[in-house]
């Protein structure tokens, strides 16, 4: 079935080092990807997003490209800070009435 | 221009009790999801719903659960007769048309259920 898959964390860094959580997704089609973040007692807010092959989303100094070929979407970002502690989760977009398909979120803590 | 707004943030219940939680989406939104967050899981989907319908309830419960977003007011996720497997975040999210690429989803803050 159709599923997003994220690395388990938590996912614990020093300030400044470099970032890479993964994602991967299965779904039939050519789906829209996004990686929201969720900051403690916060709802969901979009980070970046990127709709085809190639597609490069960008935000806040987090990057992540749609790799159709391995069917990947995987965040990074290259000097990460205490503020960036959250839960991040990847998701597709499949259109219709469904909404997001999310993962199961990734907790990122980064220690000073 | 006010963001999404949920309440209760916390809700507590006893076992047997009723939970209403609600959502204001977005002014100018009249697409509204919910979501439920269980410990260690991600966001579940449970319905999708625009003014006066249900567009698709495939992710909710068949019993105990129902949502309504009416005509005036905020939508309304109803939970009967909670059971302590029900203490989630329950998210609301709304959107300017039906969520796409170029209509993104804006959540709520979310409401914690507790059932005791």
């Known amino acids: 079935g159709n599923s997003v898959t994220q690395m388990e964390g938590p996912v614990t860094l020093s300030e400044e080092a470099f970032l890479t959580i993964n994602c991967t997704y299965t779904?039939?089609?050519?789906?829209?990807l996004f990686w929201y973040v969720q900051y403690p007692g916060e709802g969901l807010q979009l980070l970046l997003k990127?709709?085809?092959?190639?597609d490069k989303g960008s935000n806040k100094g987090f990057e992540a490209t749609y790799r159709k070929e391995t069917t990947s979407f995987h965040l990074e970002k290259g000097s990460v800070q205490v503020s960036d502690s959250a839960v991040y989760f990847c998701?597709?977009?499949?259109?219709?009435?469904?909404?997001?398909?999310f993962g199961k979120g990734t907790h990122l803590i980064i220690q000073p | 221009n006010a963001g999404v707004m949920q309440n209760p943030r916390h809700l507590v219940r006893r076992r047997g009790q009723e939970a209403r939680l609600r959502c204001s989406p977005m002014k100018g939104h009249s697409h509204v999801y919910w979501y439920r967050q269980l410990p260690e899981e991600g966001l579940k989907f449970m319905v999708y719903?625009?003014?006066?319908?249900?567009?698709?309830e495939s992710g909710m419960p068949k019993e105990r659960f129902s949502a309504e977003f009416p005509k005036e007011g905020p939508s309304i996720l109803r939970i009967q007769q909670v059971v302590r497997g029900d203490s989630a975040a329950y998210f609301c999210a709304s959107s300017l048309e039906t969520s796409s690429y170029n209509s993104p989803l804006h959540f709520g803050n979310g409401t914690r259920l507790t059932v005791t």
């Open positions: 990127a709709t085809k092959a190639d």
């Open positions: 719903l625009q003014k006066e319908n249900i567009i698709d």
């Open positions: 779904a039939t089609g050519y789906p829209s």
């Open positions: 998701a597709y977009l499949r259109g219709g009435a469904d909404g997001l398909t």
